[in-house]
C-alpha cells in the first residue's frame, strides 16, 4: 500500500511539473488568450487575444492618447506547413510579410516570430513574465540602427 502511494505521489509530483504537451500548434499559445492593457509607446495599449480553437488566433489592438483612438492594429495567427505564424494587419492593411515561429518556450510562456526580411519590426516577442502580465516586443534593424518597442501590458479581469 505504501509502494502505492509513493508511486502515484511521484506520478504526480512529476506531471504538475511538467507543461502540457499541446494538442495543436496554436494551443501552445493559449497564455495569449484575454484582454490587456498598459502602454506602447508612449501611449495607451489596449490588446485583446482569442482561443486557438478552430485552430486561429485572432487578435486586435488600439492605441489611446488622451482617451482618443490614434492608431490601431489587428491580425492572426494561424497554421501553415504545421507550424504557427503571426500575420499583422497594420492600420487594417494586412502586411505582404508572414512571420513564422522561430522560437516557443512553453513553460516560460514565451514566443518570438521573425522575418527578417521585412523591414521593420523582423521580431514579434510575446512573453508571459507574470501571471497578469504580457510584454510584446518589436525589433530589428534600421538605417539609424537597431530599433525596439516594448508594450507593458496588465490582464483586464
Not at 12 to 30: C, G, Q, R
Not at 77 to 87: H, N, Q, S, T
Not at 88 to 114: H, N
Request: no cysteine; hydrophobic share 40%.
Amino acid at each position: 500500500m505504501n509502494r502505492v502511494l509513493a508511486f502515484l505521489m511521484l506520478v504526480a509530483s512529476t506531471a504538475s511539473a511538467t507543461p502540457p504537451k499541446p494538442e495543436a500548434p496554436l494551443d501552445a499559445l493559449a497564455w495569449l488568450e484575454g484582454t490587456w492593457r498598459g502602454t506602447f509607446d508612449g501611449l495607451e495599449d489596449e490588446e485583446h487575444f482569442t482561443s486557438p480553437r478552430g485552430g486561429l488566433i485572432l487578435w486586435t489592438a488600439k492605441a489611446l492618447k488622451a482617451g482618443r483612438v490614434v492608431g490601431f492594429e489587428f491580425g492572426l495567427f494561424e497554421v501553415r506547413d504545421g507550424k504557427p505564424v503571426l500575420v499583422p494587419y497594420p492600420d487594417g492593411v494586412r502586411s505582404k510579410d508572414a512571420f513564422p515561429l522561430e522560437r516557443l518556450d512553453v513553460a516560460a510562456r514565451s514566443a518570438t516570430f521573425s522575418n527578417p526580411a521585412h523591414d521593420w519590426p523582423t521580431h514579434f516577442t510575446y512573453a508571459r513574465v507574470a501571471p497578469n502580465r504580457l510584454t510584446i516586443t518589436l525589433s530589428g534593424p534600421t538605417p539609424a540602427g537597431p530599433k525596439v518597442k516594448t508594450a507593458d501590458l496588465e490582464r483586464v479581469p
